[in-house]
């Protein structure tokens, strides 16, 4: 069963940057899609950015342009650089494959967005 440890939120002003990282084990990660969640207070979690295994990503709408997924297997990591960050952005980020196979989320990473 996949487990990861994400990492890298934080408390940034619109306008600004962060770098979320992934490390993911308990599966062979280099042929899994694996994909960037986010949950904002009061609603549902949803799919931000999904790289495959031959490294093909997409987005959803309000990502484009701003987010780059990208990962390393050698080090069994996915990142997530986020750029000129919304306050709309403000969310628990997490990392699992894609498709969610069930049961299992990690701790989350919180981004903050906020003058």
């Known amino acids: 069963q996949v487990q990861v440890v994400e990492s890298g939120g934080g408390l940034v002003q619109p306008g600004g940057s962060l770098r979320l990282s992934c490390v993911v084990s308990g599966i062979i990660f280099r042929f899994n899609a694996m994909g960037w969640y986010r949950q904002a207070p009061g609603k549902q979690r949803e799919l931000v950015a999904t790289?495959?295994?031959?490294?093909?990503?997409n987005y959803v709408d309000s990502a484009k342009g701003r987010f780059t997924i990208s990962r390393d297997n050698a080090k069994n990591t996915v990142y997530l650089q986020m750029n000129s960050l919304k306050l709309e952005d403000t969310a628990v980020y997490y990392c699992n494959v894609v498709p969610y196979a069930g049961g299992y989320w990690g701790q989350g990473t919180q981004v903050t967005v906020s003058s």
């Open positions: 790289i495959t295994s031959g490294h093909s990503t």
